[in-house]
């Protein structure tokens, strides 16, 4: 990525906008973690990226990462979390990752 798409990439990613997409599949990894008394299950959401937040509607999605498939580390304790077909936010830090063409431990493809 060259020198002004990095600037465009972070002016934006610090305005706060988020991708969406569309929750393909849902995977158990069999870790668990405990939050206020509670056992929350490690998953990792399959998710195809569909557009940006409604918070920023003048934006497009690069044609590289439209229909793209990621995949997400949530962690998940209600039935609701792992209904497929629904639009699922990605944070503004998982969005940076995915514009600049990064891998981390919470979002690979």
Known sequence: MGGREESQVRSL???GRRLKGRVLAVEKTGET???EGETWDKCIFTVEITRFSK???EEVVPLELRGRRVRLV???LYNWHYTLGTETTLTPEETETLLQGKQTSSIFW
Do not use: D, E, K
């Open 13 to 15: 990613t610090l305005s």
């Open 33 to 35: 973690a405990i939050r």
């Open 74 to 76: 949530r962690h998940c």
């Open 55 to 57: 918070r920023t509607p």
